[in-house]
């Protein structure tokens, strides 16, 4: 059946069309913001998978180069590959809204596919992706409790804005993304140039009243097209089983797994119930009507998880107890060292409980920038700071191989970009590139808040002139749904976060908020609770601030000596071609002949790296002689680079002559050129003027007027062949000839005089 339906969203058209594409699919929705354009489609397995012990959700987030016109800048490859970062990072924020509202239980594969199909270079699309996939799940026969919405809001000149446009989320300090149901949030980003805690609970509130509009024009559209929902099977295991796991393992578990160290509970904790099952086999425990073990193993098992979920969360909500008895306010111990890699421009350790990561610095000319070609990329983007994430298994005492960046490993790293870029210098004030690695080298939770502190050290470690340190805390909740009581944790640890209901990530300084990451596994959360959760996260960064100030207060004063330097400078635009040359001549002779790296961009500005202070003095000099004007009154000392009739040619400045006329070779009359310079000879002039054309006039005889009359003499230098200006190393041959090397010259006078 074909549908669609139009309402207004904060001033712009957004639409909900299906039964136009995609037919076969569970569900297939089309959403329209203006000209973006996002097809959602929903597709269920038709058996559970076995052997899952969790809910197997694919969210495809697929962006189409066709969709903003564009062709792929490969050489080679013109096709769309794996996904971009950005790709995957909108991949997440689908899924982390939709992921808790399937039922608790299913084993069916879930896939949800975003094709986004048009952009208009002004709404993002993934905002109407969320809107359509859960559009697509509502209309759809899968399971889900659904409608869910979502919104981004924006801030510019202290304005709000729903649903901003890639200009205004440029200029302003604000950009948030909530999506929830008509009575709860789901999910929560941020990137903020340090805002405060205040002004965005005022934002996630702004959002809340554009969801409940959203879902109700949801639900108005799935309305007699909607079709009821599958039975699927829910795997739980049997009431006898839970009863049986509860009375051999409850009291003996409360023993063993309130262990702050890690290590020693999860040893304990497996060792339990292998003794658990051995007996349970032994006593011929069996599920109903199963001849075999396996299957009572298999429920049991997952009675026993279900086991250790209870005592935690019962132990936080009735106890105040946490598995390594700390209060639920306090951090773990936190510690930091700075300077461990002796080679590397800047590096640190952090350390928060048995959490570690290690964060290097690397800092690169302008050109080691990286240049983005996505979907989104209008223009062409480069991105001079990369945080780059690593999670080997080894972090976790498990074998993993290493098959490269998986979706938590771009999900970290991008969060730790948004949460240090407001405190970073801008271009003109430190041009280097920078690279931020962070290792994970043992985890027990919030090893993405540990990359953040741990990178806010390393970038002062390396002489990063930051605005100001940046610090992170990862807070949970736990949360009874039937009663409504819950309780705030400070920095939670692995299995709080795998047992509890809510991972909310939160960085910045002292001043304000960064970023924010909120994830939950419960069916929604308040306002109220993420504005105490705000709260106790800014009360728990001041005190990780304050550590981590102890360690080092402030970036260094120099970079380090294997770090490169680099000269940052603004030339003319129009005469970037005069440091190119044609064909790069004149711009690779200099880097050839200096050992440098040049980085020219549209505005002009230049970037002149290297190791080698001579070379990158000779260079920067070399740079701005090609690009300086010469003015009257300038004395040089210059190569002879042509002879006429009429006078000689000499280059004062790297690609710049200048006409030393017949009559200003020497203070008396001078038959032929050649009597006094040849080609090659070096010589001392001076600017007399430069004419309306723009042509620089030399004379070498008002150098000697305090000399008095001279004969020439043609077998020795007249004059110090040592530069004064320019560079020695040049021999350009002709060079640039400023107007004189082209036909006829153009003057007050004829310059060509006939020969005898």
Known sequence: MQKKLNMDLAGKPFSLETGLFAMQANGAVTGRLEDTVVLATAVMGKKPREGLDYFPLLVDYEEKLYAAGKIKGSRFIKREGRPTDEAILSGRLVDRGLRPLFLDGMRNDVQVTLSVLSVDEVNDPDIVAINAASTALTISNIPWAGPLAAVRVGRVNGQFIINPSYEDRKNGDLDIVVSGTASHVMMVEAGCKIVTEKDLIEAVKLAEAEIKKLVKFQLEFAESISVPKAEVTIFKPEEKIVLTVNKYAQDKLKKVIYNPIKAEREIAVEKLKEEMLAEFEKQGVRTEGAESFDEAKKQASEA?????????????????????????????????????????????????????????????????????????????????????????????????????????????????????????????????????????????????????????????????????????????????????????????????????????????????????????????????????????????????????????????????????????????????????????????????????????????????????????????????????????????????????????????????????????????????????????????????????????????????????????????????????????????GSGRSSGFGRGRPQGRFDRRRPRN
């Open 304 to 732: 026993y998880y279900q086991l250790q979920k209870k005592i935690v969360r019962a132990g936080i909500l009735t106890g105040e107890r946490r598995l390594d008895n700390r209060p639920l306010n306090q951090t773990r111990q936190v510690s930091a060292l700075v300077g461990l890699l002796p080679r590397v421009h800047g590096s640190a350790l952090f350390n928060r409980g048995e959490t570690q990561v290690l964060t290097s610095v690397t800092l690169g000319s302008v050109g080691d920038a990286q240049i983005l070609d996505g979907m989104e990329d209008f223009e062409e983007t480069k991105k001079r700071y990369m945080h780059h994430y690593n999670f080997p298994g080894f972090s976790v005492g498990e074998v993993a191989p290493n098959r490269g960046a998986g979706r938590r490993e771009i999900g970290h790293g991008a969060l730790a970009e948004r949460a240090l870029e407001p405190v970073l210098p801008p271009k003109e004030k430190f041009p280097y590139t920078m690279r931020l690695v962070s290792e994970a080298l043992s985890s027990n939770g919030s090893t993405s808040m540990a990359s953040t502190c741990g990178s806010s050290l390393a970038l002062m470690d390396a002489g990063v002139p930051i605005a100001e340190a940046v610090g992170g805390v990862a807070m949970g909740l736990v949360l009874d749904i039937e009663s409504g009581k819950f309780k705030v944790l400070t920095d939670i640890q692995g299995a709080e976060d795998f047992f509890g209901d809510m991972d909310f990530k939160v960085t910045g300084p002292r001043r304000g908020v960064t970023a924010l990451q909120l994830d939950i596994k419960t069916k929604g959360l308040t306002v109220d609770i993420l504005e105490q959760a705000l709260e106790e996260a800014h009360e728990a960064r001041m005190k990780i601030l304050d550590i981590m100030d102890s360690v080092i207060s402030k970036p260094r004063a120099e970079l380090s000596k294997y770090a490169p330097r680099i000269e940052f400078f603004m030339i003319d635009p129009k005469k970037i071609r005069d440091v190119i040359g044609t064909g790069g001549k004149i711009i690779n002779e200099i880097i050839e002949k200096t050992g440098v790296k040049i980085d020219i961009e549209d505005d002009g500005s230049v970037a002149v790296t290297s190791k080698d202070p001579e070379g990158m003095k000779k260079a920067v000099e070399w740079i701005k002689n090609l690009v300086r004007e010469v003015e009257p009154g300038e004395v040089f000392s210059g190569k002879v680079t042509r002879i006429m009739d009429f006078g000689a040619f000499v280059e004062v400045l790297p690609g710049k002559e200048g006409l030393v006329h017949i009559s200003e070779l020497a203070p008396y009359r001078v038959g032929r050129v050649e009597d006094i310079v040849n080609l090659g000879d070096t010589v001392k002039v001076i600017c007399t003027e430069i004419d309306p054309q723009g042509r620089i006039n030399l004379s070498m005889k008002a150098m000697m007027q305090d000399k008095g009359p001279r004969k020439p003499n043609l077998d020795e230098h007249l004059y110090d062949p040592k530069f004064e200006r320019g560079n020695q190393s040049q021999d350009s």
